[in-house]
């Protein structure tokens, strides 16, 4: 196997006297796919050789950045004595081994090259996971992207110290999770990290849904159903477009709540997390189980799980309102028939995440009920979203017809709490169709609120 990417690296890096290529790169290479991030490792100190092109990535750890022709070059400082040393202080054999750029040779200390070339997944030492316990949740990550075959003693590595991820900076797990969702498949990873004990490890509030009976379709206990959640969300994802083909009910999918997470993301995280208030609310009412309030402390919980891993504010508050409102949609099926007014408020509420809210509705119904409820809630569901693509179009349905300005003046009112609540009430008239132009609009709020009819009802 020839480097592809020689040439260049030795031009950037003719001051070094010896240069070697290491880890992703030569494994990318060896499994065929695509090159684009290269880490090198010099034995002199990066600060002191490098050009102006480099800039510092992590100063403490002497590690230099330079962005080239597409590539993102790593360079860093040889840890240990020698190249060898180095590679035996990494974390899997496939990410440990190098190319010495002048002598044209590769250096295998721990067959790496075997390795990747069969697809195994091989720790090299159980000191190697607790010095940096990041490493269990990357091996997780390179098993389900490249994909790889894990080795079992490896398996038992990553589970006997899964514990110690809470010793771990959040943000270095974050950014492992954001990986891990970002992959089509990733329920596969999350539901290897349930087996392995990691899941609770990165969200303790899940410790507690084991063994609580649920009897869904999929999934025994609340822990499975919510691990069965995940998967059926992330199945509908893969597939929104067979049963909602319009762009516009795609698109809020795609929109990032921070740099490098999109929120079909955040709606996976939601699945996994939208009944974590369950054992918090339980109890037997009438010799049954219930759950009330689960929505509104499950949003709260699930808010801080993400904000205690260093997601966005942003990010936080989508899984929050996405748990919060999961819910709403059952609610609404259960009368048979959901009126004009109910969608209105439910998109003015929830807008484009409304979106996404009736998609998390749709997969808690796959998860605990099977296509039986699916497609009994899929029909509501294509009746809400109907509803949503005339809501984005139609400019009456999003705002009132008067301003408040108006109402003031109609009504001989001074500003205050009752002039928003007229043009509610005006506005949820114009989602229903009683009210389409300016005029019916005067005539309305004249006749429901200067007759009593309306006016106690805003006090």
Known sequence: MEYTHIEPIRKLLKKCRRVYVVGGALRDE???IKVKDVDVVIHEDPSKVLDAGFFPLDQERGIYRCLWEGMTIDVARMQGESIEDDLKRRDYTINAVAYELNLKKFIDPLGGLKDAELGILRAVSEDNIKDDPVRILRGIR??????????EK??????SNANLLRLTAPERIKEEIVKITAHPLSHKAVFEMERLGIIDEIFPELARSRGLFQGKFYGVDLKGHLLFTYRCCEHLINHIKYFFPEEELNAPLKQETEKGVEKRQILKLSALLHDVAKPHT???????????????LGAEIAENALKRLKFSSKSAKLVRTLVENHMRLHLLARAGEISQKAKGRFFR???EDGVLTVYLSLSDSLSSSGHLGFFYLLRYAEEMLAFYLDFIKEEKLQKPLLSGYDVMDILNIKPGPMVGKVLSELLEAQTEGRVKTKEEAIKFVKEVFRDGKGRDSLH
Do not use: C, S, V
């Open 142 to 151: 390179l098993w389900l992207w490249l994909p790889l075959k894990m080795e």
């Open 154 to 159: 490896t398996r038992h590595m990553l589970k």
């Open 30 to 32: 060896a499994l065929g």
């Open 349 to 351: 509420h929830l807008k």
């Open 282 to 296: 339980f109890k037997i009412r009438n010799d049954q189980y219930t759950f009330w309030g689960h929505d509104k």
